[in-house]
């Protein structure tokens, strides 16, 4: 039996593939072409074995296209986690059936990396939103925030205004510039980064031990780099949510 695991956001949809080897392989989809869904699925299953899916979605109109899509897949049985209650994740959150399931995953798997390790920790997911979440020393997903990434941001200004420009800088922009063009870069771009510096050290200095530190998501790299966060125990997993869907699964 194939065993798969998804990760549907805001803005892509990862597919992951547990291989005989225990690896994983990936794949980034389009939110809206069901095609390439197929054609990806053809691939990965030209046999037409059995599978078993796990899915974590933040994006409801578009996991009902994928549900529809997974209903003409023989043989195919699915989990579904669409709320942070869906996850079995120890928290002290107020009200968990509206928190995603990213973010419990993202925890989930940030502490899979963390087991013998008895420090609190900051877990920091790079997207179309940024989350910034807080565990304690003994794993509970104590909350977090949540802030807009820079991509976001820049499409905000763009849309809510009529004369500026959308930009999307794709390497960290010069702090400041001499027309509205790098002047957007600038501002969105290290507006998010200091966003991040400060809500990482605003948590971490509420905390009895240096936290660890653990980025993930699509932007996650660069603005980790720029952020060059004081920690030690600072690292980056790309593909955290479908780290943790799989610890939870056991697949």
Known sequence: MLRLLADLGNSRLKWGRILPDRSLEIINLPLDDSEAWQAAWSRWNPAGEASSWAIST?????????????STVANATVRWFRSA????????????HTAGTD??????GALRRHTDVQRPGIVVSCGSAITVERVSADGVWQGGAIAPGYRLSAESLHLLSTQLTLVSPTAPPAPWGRSTRPALEAGVYWGTVGAI????????????SEPWIVWSGGDAE??????????????????????????????
């Not at 125990?233 to 697949?251: F, K, M, N, Q, T």
């Open 58 to 70: 933040v994006n409801p109109p578009v996991a009902a296209r994928l549900e529809e899509f997974l």
């Open 85 to 96: 209650a869906d996850v079995p994740v120890s928290h002290d959150l107020e009200n968990v």
């Open 103 to 108: 973010r419990a995953f993202n925890v989930i």
């Open 197 to 208: 510096r400060a809500l990482v050290e605003g948590q971490a200095a509420e905390m009895d």
């Open 222 to 251: 660069l603005l980790r780099r720029s952020a060059r966060l004081p920690f030690a125990d600072d690292s980056l997993a790309p593909s955290l949510v479908l780290e943790g869907i799989r610890a939870v699964c056991e697949v």
